[in-house]
């Protein structure tokens, strides 16, 4: 059988539709990939070293190491090669025991007054507050050493705890025994963020001296964080890390298997039909 005019022209139709159809697949592919895709720009952390030729710099931080605040517990422990010396701050068995965990800890604690003082046995009131930990132990130390000799204060911050919410990967209240914390540390504890956490936009939920509340905004991706107070942190900052506007059509990991599926089924129905 000759084909006829109007044949050919359905054919070259036909092939000319399969060819756009194949076409508009192809760029729809292309369009989802890069629409699912997070840049780096906006996951690579301190970018902005520009005032430095070689890409480092030196930064100075005055708030890094924690002061002391009014309402804070401090734990003090006192030891002697002489037991009659510590006999205001023994131990009965129980209250030894309870020093293994938090709770212990918290109990054996003092708390710093709205005045800005801690009543310690023998020594009396002693104004802590505006000092680091190792500032209020040598005081401590100074103030006993006048009453009893070869004896050693032990001072820890005991409400050293910061809760991460938002796009991280393990969020939670973590509890840090140390007086010194920033930023980084603290996001490592979480697990680092997630693919999609907006790192311009990373709030820290901190309280005032005046017992309000004040809510920081830090910018992960510029260097000149390392310089500014929400970067290091203090006891019972709350992080919230934002999503990116993205999120809500956006892939973690671009589903290629379902993208290759969707295409081969395609095909082979436009080759059923042809």
Request: charged share 20%.
């Amino acid at each position: 059988m000759i084909p006829t005019h109007r044949n050919t022209e359905n054919i070259i139709r036909m092939k000319n539709l399969d060819k756009l159809r194949l076409q508009s697949l192809f760029f729809l592919a292309v369009i989802i990939t890069f629409s699912s895709c997070i840049s780096q720009k906006n996951t690579v952390y301190l970018q902005n070293k520009s005032a430095f030729s070689d890409g480092s710099g030196s930064y100075e931080n005055d708030l890094a190491v924690y002061k002391v605040q009014t309402g804070d517990f401090l734990y003090i422990n006192v030891t002697s090669m002489d037991p009659s010396n510590i006999s205001a701050f023994a131990m009965d068995n129980r209250t030894e025991y309870q020093l293994q965990s938090d709770m212990g800890v918290y109990l054996k604690s003092y708390q710093v007054n709205d005045s800005g003082y801690v009543n310690i046995p023998i020594v009396g009131k002693v104004n802590v507050v505006g000092l680091s930990i190792n500032q209020v132990r040598n005081k401590l130390q100074k103030e006993l050493d006048e009453f009893y000799k070869l004896t050693t204060v032990t001072v820890k911050l005991v409400n050293f705890k910061i809760s991460i919410m938002g796009e991280v990967n393990r969020p939670g209240t973590y509890t840090v025994y140390q007086d010194k914390l920033n930023i980084f540390q603290a996001i490592s504890m979480g697990g680092d963020l997630t693919s999609f956490a907006n790192r311009k936009e990373v709030n820290i939920i901190r309280k005032t001296k005046t017992g309000g509340t004040e809510v920081l905004k830090v910018n992960l991706l510029n260097d000149s964080l390392l310089e500014l107070p929400g970067f290091y942190l203090h006891p019972e900052d709350i992080i919230y890390v934002e999503p990116l506007r993205s999120k809500s059509f956006a892939f973690t990991a671009f589903p290629y298997s379902i993208a290759l599926s969707t295409i081969t089924t395609t095909l082979l129905i436009l080759n059923f039909f042809k």
